[in-house]
């Protein structure tokens, strides 16, 4: 199981970002999708989940802002970002915790690679 996130790049403070995550393999179903992102110096954290029957949850710092949410018969979550601000810079993780691939199903962190947002002031 992969997930690949794409859609990073540099934006200016104000604008609007979209981020895509494809989970690839024979999946069949995922559980709980997510982003998470973490800027130089400090830990990782939680930007905004999504369940698979919809229920989102937002870190309060991008509520109003960001939108999550999920295609699951293409196995994609996305992002769309809103009025970014230059404290949003980070390298933004795309999350799942429960994947069903193949003949086997199993609770695990499941994460991408990572890309880079950067908002400038």
Do not use: H
Request: glycine share 12%; aromatic share 10%; net charge neutral.
């Amino acid at each position: 199981v992969q997930l690949v996130e794409s859609g990073g790049g540099l934006v200016q403070a104000g604008g609007t970002r979209g981020l895509s995550c494809a989970a690839s393999g024979s999946i069949y179903s995922i559980g709980t999708m997510g982003w998470y992102r973490q800027a130089p110096g400090k830990q990782r954290e939680l930007v905004a989940t999504i369940t698979s029957n919809g229920k989102t949850n937002y870190a309060d710092s991008v509520k109003g802002r960001f939108t999550i949410s999920r295609d699951n018969a293409k196995n994609t979550v996305y992002l769309q970002m809103n009025l970014l601000k230059p404290e949003d810079t980070a390298v933004y993780y795309c999350y799942a915790d429960y994947v069903c691939a193949g003949s086997a199903c199993a609770w695990d962190d499941y994460w991408g690679q990572g890309t880079q947002v950067t908002v400038s002031s």
